[in-house]
């Protein structure tokens, strides 16, 4: 999937072609909160959850929707399931209005919450996928054959006879998204999907869900803080901040924006004043310890001229490269945008 270049669209006309499985055009969900002022006096005002968010998900794509909490990302998904009515703007998920066809659109979606879970709580998981066989009349032939894939790259076997409720919250979490996967959807939302979950069940998840997305071409749009996820799955992330869409595009850009940087960790053979630096464009030394330097560059720039100019003229003994967190990206982003 190539990259996009970062830019936020503004309303215009949606593209009709087939390829673009979810489709919005100046969506907005507006909500009305009373509070009280007084003792027998109440005020209304109005919150705009999501403020005129338009962007476009091609079929098979992976993306990553991230902001802070409150940003208007969960409301997003539940006006993309039909959950909530848009309070403007137009939508469309495969071609379906979610909102005024809930139930032709519920067959090819999957949705899992992170927090909820769509299992019976007191049915052991073999049953439960029973029932969302039959609610969704999949053919014997083709549950059999989901199933027996979700149950292997899951590691759900050891747990199909167990009941719900007996289940960590990363063995529920595996068996919520095999029971999304079960009626073949073409696309998958998943909100929060590794919260709680230990390093384990996180990396089972993750492999899983660049499987399906590779093999079967489900789409998939991913909301989540741990965006380790984002960096291992998605090659497109959307940022969304106080209802706005603030940027669309890939991880490099994402870096650009942010003006992030990557470091070079240098250890020298003996203790030496900082590296000279002046060489090379946008470089700095932003650390020494010892033998040990810390040189710092553009996250956008090749490390190659920075390792050449200190192997060059300094006695190495290691070397290493440490990529920027996105969290510190998005947080200096949220930053930037609060104070303007």
Known sequence: MADRVAFVPEHGELSMESTNLIELDGVEKVFEVRRRTGVLRREKREVRAVDGISFTVPRGEMVGYIGPNGAG??????????????SGGRLRVAGIDPSRERMRLARRIGVVFGQRTTLWWDLPLRDSYALVRRMYRIPDGRFRENLDRCVELLDLGPLLDVPV??????????????????????????????IGLDVVSKAKVRQFLAEINTERGTTVLLTTHDLTDIEQLCSRVMVIDHGR??????????????ESERTLVVDLERELPPIDVRGIPEARVVRVDGPRQWVAFPATSSAAPVVAAVAADYPLVDLSVREPAIEEVIAKMYAERSGR
């Open 165 to 194: 409720r007996q289940l960590s919250l990363g063995q529920r979490m595996r068996g919520d998204i095999a029971a999304a996967l079960l009626p073949d959807p073409e696309v998958l939302y998943l909100d929060e999907p590794t």
């Open 245 to 258: 869409l603030v940027y669309d595009g890939g991880l490099d850009g994402l870096h650009a924006v942010g």
């Open 73 to 86: 990302k969960s409301t997003t998904i539940k006006m993309l399931t039909g959950i909530l009515v848009p």
